[in-house]
């Protein structure tokens, strides 16, 4: 199944190809021109505003809360029905430190909120909270990407290792692009894969 997209496309690869090059031009930019700033840390509205961001030229849900229910790798996410009321509770949870933060980061993963782009949002999502708690943020490089989506479809039954996982990879560079752009990478994702460089996107 393809997504309905604002591009016209019909072949999934080509979507995908696309998809990931308008969005990191995007991520980019919201790095670049500091409009990250402007977004509220650690909410789902926060969320929204990247997630929109990122992927309004793509999808007309983009920043959106899906209706449909979803699932990957076996893994069902948060029902469509309840998940305003997860999203609430996502928001009152605390992130004084890193193990709240993950655990923050872990609970929004769960519901993910979005038909499409949860992670590479919900990413930025994440380093925002690190950088303005800890100022820290996840150097991605130095994640393992297997390890990753492993320890992440267990972290709602054992949050041990994805806190192992990303603490070993923090680091101080907040304001290093490279450092953000990982973060960006759909190789991340379940079912995704990496085409664009950084220096490709000018």
């Known amino acids: 199944m393809i997504l309905k997209n604002k591009l ?12 990931e090059k308008i969005t990191k031009i995007k991520a980019k930019q919201l790095f670049e021109e500091g409009i990250l700033d402007s977004f509220e840390i650690g909410t789902f509205k926060g969320l929204s505003e990247i997630h929109k ?12 809360i899906r209706t449909e229910n979803i699932s990957k790798s076996n893994f069902r996410f948060a029902s469509a029905m309840y998940l ?9 949870m605390p992130q004084t430190n890193f193990d709240e933060i993950i655990e ?8 993910h ?14 380093d925002m909270i690190l950088k303005k708690e800890m100022r820290k ?8 990407k ?5 320890a992440m ?18 680091t101080d560079k907040i304001n290093d692009r490279e450092v953000y752009m990982k973060g960006i990478d759909a190789s991340y994702n379940y079912e995704g894969y990496s085409t664009y460089k950084i220096e490709e996107l000018k």
């Open 53 to 64: 961001y990122l992927f309004e030229e793509v999808y007309e849900f983009a920043g959106k």
């Open 84 to 92: 305003e009321e997860a999203l609430k509770k996502v928001d009152q």
């Open 137 to 144: 943020v996840i150097d991605w490089s130095k994640v393992n």
């Open 146 to 150: 297997e390890d990753y989506l492993l």
């Open 153 to 170: 479809e267990r972290s709602p039954i054992k949050n041990t290792e994805i806190k192992i996982l990303l603490k070993e990879a923090l």
């Open 104 to 111: 923050k980061y872990i609970e929004m993963n769960i519901a």
């Open 113 to 126: 909120p979005f038909r499409e782009g949860n992670g590479r949002s919900t990413r930025i999502w994440l």
């Open 8 to 19: 016209g496309i019909n072949n999934p690869l080509e979507l995908a190809r696309e998809e």
